[in-house]
């Protein structure tokens, strides 16, 4: 593990927490490879452009295509291959099992709920959990991105186009549907990619492209020199994101069905956008239905459900604004109980809630206590500890944040669960006792604490001030410091605000235990070195 040095930020890490890799720092502290990070200089051309999204922009997320492209090659090892991969990242595997036991595809598990990588490539299959990695890949990367209207913008319409292509290409009896999913959701990565990393060139296209009958390719010609689709072309050319996506993006194969669907489904989605009863759409959908070789009826049904399925699948994986933006006919919006800015019903979205799993908790705990008989790396340590505590536990958010080198600021380090990157942002907090907040009489205290549990002290509700209000609501929450030599340097934090579920005492218990480990891990390596 690389340990950060003195060199890093002041606000890096926190005393006697070196150990802790810089690197998984809170985004808006702009660490190298994050979109919002602040720009050096803008790229002079194309080339440079490549360059700047692969090794500055993007790195995490290239390395994740490629790891999972290259064992998408080798049919016969590739499902213990493509577990590998995900269970390297413990943020993507907790968001993988809790989008494949959502009711989006509890009809593929047969009952069955989904607890480890492994059974979810069984029961889903290889190329559905491919699809659902690179979908999160792509929030994760992009969701944050520097001009956030824009990433939201391309971000819907890349998902409503690929559960369109997924359906054609499934009534037209392809293969691998899920393989068209792909090559659809990152039809536009060339726009995301710039639209999510801080450039001095973004907000003067941004601009350029308000100007009343604007053309989008000649902006982008005048301020880039080359048009976003060329971008898009070069990033998968260089990610070696498939032939499909790259004949697509050249303009081949008009006689293929595959990239026939691939565009049909991106020009739906954006036509759609002017509204589903536009003469545009209209008309579009009569072609569609010569194109599908059915009835026109039966194709407007069946891509206005689309549309509510994509509106669904976006708020699923935690693309909220972009789930906001996709664009429903009245039909789907009546039937569905959608509007923009609720798009899943409350039933719906507690029953994708991860329950109380004991036996998982028992897992991951034997886990941790095996990585601290010898040399760990801390940060995954704590990672396992949220993700334990997060799917364990069943806690719709779990997050870890430290203080930073003058004990004045409580910032987040790590998160998991719903709404992680707003909850990530919101985490910021003031430690001084001109400011007192229940987090800071948490670390003051170093005791754990359940805030408006059973015998809660109600002195404490006056410490709930309107910054913390705002992150955690009216819901309860558990809370407990984090220590090394008796001196706390961040907590651990949880709540089940997401799905208003309650918490109760075992549930408390469970986190202190986990809470515990992360302590004596913490502990044994500042003994260790």
């Given amino acids: 593990m690389a340990v950060p040095t003195t060199q890093d930020t002041p606000e890096t890490l926190a005393p006697d927490a070196e150990t802790i890799d810089s690197s998984a720092q809170n985004p808006t502290e702009n660490p190298p490879g994050n979109p919002q990070a602040a720009p050096d200089k803008t790229p002079r051309n194309f080339a440079e452009w490549i360059e700047k999204l692969s090794d500055k922009g993007m790195p995490v997320f290239a390395k994740t295509v490629k790891d999972i492209a290259g064992v998408a090659a080798d049919r016969e090892s590739s499902a213990a291959e493509l577990s590998r991969v995900i269970l390297q990242d413990a943020a993507m595997t907790a968001r993988l099992l809790r989008v494949a036991n959502s009711p989006m595809y509890s009809m593929s598990l047969s009952g069955h709920t989904v607890s480890t990588v492994s059974r979810a490539v069984i029961l889903l299959g290889f190329d559905t959990v491919r699809s659902l990695c690179l979908s999160i890949a792509i929030i994760d990367a992009i969701g944050n991105g520097a001009q956030k209207t824009r990433v939201a913008e391309h971000m819907a319409r890349s998902f409503h186009a690929a559960v369109q292509a997924r359906s054609f290409a499934t009534k037209r009896r392809d293969p691998s549907p899920e393989e068209v999913f792909i090559a659809t959701l990152l039809c536009n990565i060339g726009d995301l990619a710039f639209w999510g990393l801080k450039s001095d060139a973004a907000p003067k296209l941004n601009e350029a492209l308000q100007r009343p009958g604007v053309d989008r390719a000649g902006a982008e010609r005048e301020v880039l020199g080359f048009e976003l689709d060329e971008l898009s072309l070069g990033l998968a050319r260089k990610w070696q994101l498939g032939t499909l996506l790259e004949n697509t993006l050249e303009n081949k194969g008009d006689s293929n069905p595959r990239v026939s669907s691939v565009r049909m489904a991106h020009e739906l989605a954006l036509k759609a956008e002017k509204g589903w009863d536009s003469p545009e759409v209209k008309q579009f959908l009569?072609?569609?239905?010569?194109?599908?070789?059915?009835?026109?009826?039966?194709?407007?049904?069946?891509?206005?459900?689309?549309?509510?399925?994509?509106?669904?699948?976006?708020?699923?994986?935690?693309?909220?604004?972009?789930?906001?933006?996709?664009?429903?006919?009245?039909?789907?919006?009546?039937?569905?109980?959608?509007?923009?800015?609720?798009?899943?019903?409350?039933?719906?979205?507690?029953?994708?809630?991860?329950?109380?799993?004991?036996?998982?908790?028992?897992?991951?705990?034997?886990?941790?206590?095996?990585?601290?008989?010898?040399?760990?790396?801390?940060?995954?340590?704590?990672?396992?500890?949220?993700?334990?505590?997060?799917?364990?536990?069943?806690?719709?958010?779990?997050?870890?944040?430290?203080?930073?080198?003058?004990?004045?600021?409580?910032?987040?380090?790590?998160?998991?669960?719903?709404?992680?990157?707003?909850?990530?942002?919101?985490?910021?907090?003031?430690?001084?006792?001109?400011?007192?907040?229940?987090?800071?009489?948490?670390?003051?205290?170093?005791?754990?604490?359940w805030f408006g549990g059973p015998g809660a002290d109600s002195r404490l509700t006056k410490l709930k001030t309107p910054e913390v209000r705002e992150l955690t609501g009216d819901a309860q929450f558990f809370v407990m410091p984090v220590e090394i030599n008796g001196r706390s340097i961040g907590l651990f934090y949880a709540d089940r605000k997401s799905s208003e579920r309650a918490l109760d005492e075992d549930s408390y218990m469970a986190f202190r235990h986990f809470c515990q480990q992360a302590n004596l891990a913490l502990s044994q390596t500042r003994r260790g070195r």
């Fill in 286 to 449: 009569v072609r569609m239905s010569e194109a599908l070789y059915l009835p026109l009826k039966d194709v407007t049904k069946l891509v206005h459900e689309n549309a509510n399925e994509a509106a669904k699948a976006a708020q699923c994986f935690g693309a909220g604004a972009a789930a906001e933006r996709i664009p429903l006919p009245n039909s789907q919006r009546k039937s569905a109980e959608h509007r923009p800015g609720a798009v899943l019903r409350a039933d719906e979205a507690k029953a994708q809630f991860t329950a109380p799993d004991p036996m998982l908790q028992l897992t991951i705990l034997r886990e941790l206590s095996g990585m601290l008989d010898g040399q760990h790396d801390i940060n995954l340590l704590l990672e396992m500890v949220l993700e334990g505590i997060s799917r364990g536990i069943g806690m719709d958010r779990a997050l870890f944040a430290m203080l930073n080198p003058e004990r004045t600021r409580l910032r987040a380090r790590y998160a998991l669960g719903w709404d992680k990157d707003d909850m990530r942002e919101k985490f910021l907090f003031d430690i001084s006792p001109l400011k007192a907040n229940i987090f800071s009489h948490a670390l003051e205290s170093r005791q754990p604490l």
